[in-house]
């Protein structure tokens, strides 16, 4: 199923460059709801190119096709006991809104996962995709095959292209291959529960988080708060230890709680589903970790999701203004699913004539429109 | 055509420069006080090197701005009047990235040396860009936490240049580079706009810019300030010694200990040259017969290190450590690493000059390399001894040579040349945390093609559209390339022996 298509890509790019025309970049679609698409005059099918070209664990590297399923590179790595350290979510097409027909091919791919940038559970204590991209192999929108980075950990040469195509969604052009640093897994994963209010949640990952311990995740749901620990034996056993005096408990029963919640399979997530139109909308919250839980949820318990030690907060909520106000208070930022990405107009500038150095045509129809913002400009 | 020229500024910008230098010396005066606008001789001289003291220039002038404001105004000036900006953190870099140039601002950030906040909730840090590495750990220690990336020069060198050359360290396997551990960065745009680049955050919609300042080597804008993440200390720590017979033993036994899922938090090796050298400095207690040895530390709580300490014991026996020394205490663990950390200097007293390489290839080839770099220096008849960031891949050989013996420093220089060639060949690339600066320029041709480098123009001239920002550094222009492409040095003699060579 492995092939190369890049020589066909830089045809297709090259032909719109000549006509003007705009390329919708598709991997899997897994995220198509997550962002209005802009529209494109084709599809770049990015799915079929695909195929794992080396992985060497010694290394810790892997190197792959942009096409390639997560699901593939999960399941090479884990022969090997490793693994993507930021673990990128993997969609169920369709768990957002249910709305008019997905035609997602599967779980998501490799250039999906770098070009929009997201993180699991673990981004405070294991990186985001970002801190995994070593190197990237990119067609610009002249149609250019260009090489970036590399497979080594350390490398200052030429600027920093590779990690700037994390979050871009393909505006400055398409990954055709990438090489990711790859991590060997834990030996052991626990899960450590407790009853407690949400701001009493945050005050204890602010205390924790300047303890020494093998934490890898957090989350506050329905009213408890889950830690995750990972490391060799005795260090998660000693931590569990050091840990009960916050009334934190082993909690065996939930096991599959970290994967639900990077894939977004959790019931939580489904909820968007359910919810008819007009109702709450989803919201995503980045925000300083400690900051204080917002005022206006009627029902925390059920309306909201804090990971990342409070960095990262999911809410349902019907009022835009309230969040607005909120993420300007606390200082963080926030992104209804389904609609457009706010992005600070003065960086959105800069993104804009970037994009414009790597595809003066404008051929790519990448849904942050900083494509469009360069050829008005 | 004097590629140096080329690399330099465009012609139309310097004839703009010539007129205009007086109105930029009365604005700058006007702006700041007396003492932090530098024109005389003395006052300059300082400022004509950076790490790479084979590289010197006179300034124009320095100036010495202590808050942002002043850095966009002098930014905003510079750019009216065609003249370029060279940024300068603690001068402690090893590329050349700080030469000044003749008609150039030297803008020295060492005045904003605030630690603006600690904030152990969040564990952050924010600060100026003149602050030591050292001083942000040593701010955060009261809260026990600390800031990760060390790189050699942590006593002197200071975060916004650590920013501007994505700066490593011997602990990058486990911590990262400086791009894995800055969460935020003010930036003033060569337009002398200020832009808030992530914060707290963990992360930020659109392309990560934040990345790309990171290692832009102060070509992209200036950084005046920069928010850190601080992680806990350690526990504890075990350092072990491990000496082996031969080097591929020990280049083995790092791939076992990955490939076990052990990450350390540092691994490095020496070649016998390197112990040699480093023993008879800093008597750190290394076996002088051996062929190479490892220095590893390991981190974390006190229950998991036992396990792992035993892990890595056994693993470096069964690769044929033949002596493996542990050292318990801080004082005994510090006098292991002294011996590494004074590799540098050690070799500087068994030779006139030597000139630190920075390639990174795949550990796998290290073998192989070494070997090549083996043969690179019996062609050249100069000495290398080897010091190799072993869990990253990062491999410092060290060229020694005399700089009094005419010709030399260019016999070195093409030698080092040669060896990054080697790298690149192998996989790698030419700098894996010293930056391009101006010393690899050429060498950047070797690993970049003329579209990979004009999209590095096109990347640049889109966020500095005045291409005055640290003007001739980082990417070869083609010209430059051009004129050297397929130079290969027979027997030390270079092709265009007119030209400047770095």
């Not at chain 1, 290394?59 to 096709?65: I, K, N, Q």
């Not at chain 1, 790859?182 to 009853?195: D, G, H, N, W, Y």
């Not at chain 1, 206006?296 to 059920?302: E, I, T």
């Not at chain 2, 590095?456 to 004129?483: M, S």
Request: charge should be negative; include cysteine; hydrophobic fraction near 45%.
């Amino acid at each position: 199923m492995s092939a190369d298509y890049s020589a066909g890509f830089i045809e297709q790019i090259k032909a719109a460059a000549a006509h003007q025309q705009r390329l919708q970049i598709k991997g899997h679609g897994s995220k198509a709801e997550w962002l209005p698409l802009a529209s494109g005059d084709d599809l770049l099918e990015l799915s079929s190119h695909n195929g794992i070209l080396q992985y060497e664990p010694e290394e810790l590297v892997l190197t792959a096709r942009s096409g390639t399923s997560l699901a593939d590179i999960d399941a090479v790595l884990g022969e090997r006991q490793q693994m993507i350290a930021c673990e990128p979510p993997q969609l169920s097409p369709g768990n957002v809104s249910q709305a008019n027909g997905n035609d997602a091919l599967g779980s998501g791919t490799l250039g999906g996962a770098v070009a929009c940038g997201l993180s699991g559970p673990g981004r405070p204590w294991l990186g985001a995709i970002r801190d995994a991209v070593l190197g990237v192999e990119l067609i610009n929108g002249e149609g250019e095959y260009l090489k970036f980075g590399g497979k080594v950990m350390k490398n200052v040469a030429g600027y920093d292209v590779s990690r700037l195509q994390a979050g871009a969604w393909g505006a400055l052009g398409i990954m055709s291959v990438i090489s990711l640093r790859v991590q060997p897994c834990f030996a052991l994963e626990r899960t450590l529960s407790a009853e407690m209010s949400a701001p009493r949640a945050l005050a204890l990952c602010a205390t924790l988080g300047v303890r020494n311990l093998p934490i890898t995740g957090t989350a506050w749901i329905e009213g408890q708060l889950h830690l995750r620990l990972a490391g060799n034996d005795s260090g998660v056993a000693a931590a569990c230890v050091a840990l009960a005096e916050f009334g934190l408990q082993v909690n065996a029963d939930d096991e599959d709680l970290w994967r639900l919640l990077k894939n977004q399979n959790h019931g939580f997530f489904q909820k968007a589903a359910q919810r008819q139109s007009g109702a709450a909308k989803l919201w995503r919250l980045v925000t300083p970790s400690a900051a204080a839980m917002p005022n206006f949820l009627s029902d925390p318990n059920s309306d909201a999701l804090v990971l990342w030690a409070g960095g990262l907060r999911w809410i349902y909520h019907d009022d835009a203004q309230a969040v607005a106000d909120y993420c300007r208070q606390v200082g963080g930022w926030y992104w209804a699913i389904g609609e457009a990405m706010p992005i600070d107009p003065m960086q959105q500038q800069i993104m804009a004539h970037l994009a414009k150095a790597f595809d003066p045509h404008g051929v790519f129809a990448s849904p942050l429109n900083l494509n469009a913002a360069a050829g008005e400009a | 055509m004097n590629t140096a020229a080329q690399q330099s500024i465009s012609a139309d910008n310097l004839a703009k420069q010539s007129s205009a230098h007086g109105a930029v010396l009365e604005r700058l005066r006007g702006m700041l006080p007396a003492a932090s606008v530098i024109t005389d001789a003395a006052g300059l001289r300082p400022y004509e090197t950076d790490g790479l003291t084979a590289i010197r220039e006179m300034p124009w002038v320095v100036v010495l701005p202590e808050t942002e404001a002043q850095v966009a105004e002098i930014v905003r000036c510079c750019a009216e009047h065609g003249v370029p900006i060279i940024p300068r953190g603690a001068g402690t870099g090893l590329s050349g990235g700080a030469r000044p140039h003749q008609q150039g601002v030297v803008l020295g950030l060492s005045k904003m040396s605030a630690i603006l906040e600690i904030d152990p909730e969040n564990r952050i840090a924010k600060v100026q860009p003149g602050v030591r590495n050292l001083a942000i750990t040593q701010a955060a220690q009261t809260h026990g936490l600390y800031y990760a990336p060390d790189p050699s020069s942590q006593i002197a060198c200071s975060i916004g240049g650590n920013v501007a050359e994505n700066a490593g360290g011997v602990h990058c396997l486990k911590y990262g580079l400086t791009v894995n551990n800055v969460l935020g960065a003010r930036v003033v745009m060569a337009s002398g706009e200020i832009v808030e680049l992530g914060g707290v955050l963990y992360d930020n919609p659109g392309p990560d810019l934040l990345a790309l300042i990171c290692g832009s080597e102060g070509m992209l804008g200036i950084v005046t300030q920069v928010t850190v993440a601080l992680l806990p200390e350690p526990e504890t720590k075990a350092v072990l010694l491990a000496a082996f017979s031969e080097v591929v033993q020990a280049g083995n036994a790092v791939a076992a200990i990955i490939s076990a899922g052990i990450i350390p938090a540092g691994m490095e090796m020496m070649d016998k040259m390197a112990v040699q050298a480093a023993e008879a400095f800093a008597k750190a207690g290394y076996p002088l017969d051996a062929e190479a040895i490892l220095i590893i530390e390991l981190d974390g709580a006190a229950a998991e290190l036992a396990t792992l300490n035993t892990q890595v014991t056994d693993i470096l026996r069964a690769y044929g450590a033949y002596q493996i020394d542990e050292a318990h205490d801080a004082t005994q663990q510090a006098r292991l690493w002294k011996g590494r950390k004074s590799a540098f200097p050690a070799i500087g007293r068994l030779s006139p000059d030597y000139l630190c390489m920075d390639g990174t290839i795949p550990r796998k080839a290290l073998p192989k390399v070494l070997t090549e770099i083996d043969t690179i220096s019996q062609t050249f008849g100069l000495a290398v001894a080897n010091v190799f960031h072993a869990a990253d891949g990062n491999l410092h050989p060290l060229v020694l040579f005399d700089a009094n013996v005419p010709g030399q420093t260019d016999h070195a220089m093409a030698m080092g040349a040669k060896i990054l060639e080697a790298c690149v060949a192998a996989g790698g690339t030419v700098t894996g945390e010293h930056g391009v600066g101006v010393e690899k320029l050429d060498t950047m041709c070797v690993q970049f093609s003329s579209e990979e480098l004009q999209q590095f123009f096109r990347l640049k001239a889109a966020v500095d559209p005045t291409e005055l920002l640290n003007p001739g550094k980082g990417i070869p222009t083609l010209t430059r390339c051009g004129e050297l492409g397929g130079m290969h040095v027979h027997k030390g003699r270079l092709p265009f022996p007119e030209l400047e060579r770095f």
